[in-house]
């Protein structure tokens, strides 16, 4: 499964500081379908995720029913992104990755 998602950059300051983008409502919904055939636990989906010409894998985190893109500092610097900049990203779900883990 391909998605195309577009969202603010935010901070979480926690224990362990990130920057996220939230998948919208409909792309969660689309995600929640497919999410017991590509989880490898925890409710994590592994993906294949484009912003501009930057490629990495990661994971989808499960929050409040719908779901959390982090963002790499190495993809953030390539890609010159700060704090409330509004991205475009491309999210391949990875199934192959969650059944690999063994889990």
Known sequence: MELEITGEV????????????????????EIHDVASMVTYGWGMIPVRL????TVWETSLWPKDGGYLV??????????????GDVVTLRLELQPERGRRTGR
Do not use: C, I, S
């Open 50 to 53: 484009r912003m501009g010409a």
């Open 70 to 83: 982090p963002l790499k500092l190495a993809a953030r610097r390539a890609e010159d992104v700060e704090v």
């Open 10 to 29: 935010w901070y979480w300051r926690g224990p362990a500081p990130h920057h996220f983008v939230t998948v919208p409502p409909t792309q969660a919904d």
